[in-house]
């Protein structure tokens, strides 16, 4: 049986559930996920408890508050002036508390993400955390293959 170490390349089905026991995501009912230990594609948490599983393994493990994604950091909310949203996107564009925008990085190459918090009367309160963080998890993971 391979054993998992890093830099596996894993098929895997797996179940990533919130505080609330609500699936996040689920492959168990459709195709199996397939990635390499280590580039990124899960917490480094979850990564860790895969490492030495072998092939066939199925198992659940619970990650406390904070573990998997990482605490609440206020310091990622963050006032962001109606005009610089404007300047930036489309200036009809209407927003309400709990859209997601798509924000690009300073080079251009990439984007990321705020969750909409408030909306004042020339700003909007945008919460950059991501949205698990601080918030305990459960992860349920079948092992299929390891190469």
Known sequence: MNLIQQGSFLTLHYRLAGPDGADIVNTFDDKPATLSLGAGQLAPAIE???????????TRFELAAGEAFGERNPEMLQRVKRSLLDELGDPDQTYSVGDVIEFP?????GSYAGLVREIGEDWLLFDFNHPLAGQPVSFEVQIIGVL
Do not use: K, V
Request: charged share 25%; net charge neutral.
């Open 48 to 58: 860790a408890r895969l490492i030495g599983l072998t092939e066939g393994t199925r």
């Open 105 to 109: 990085t300073p080079d251009g190459t």
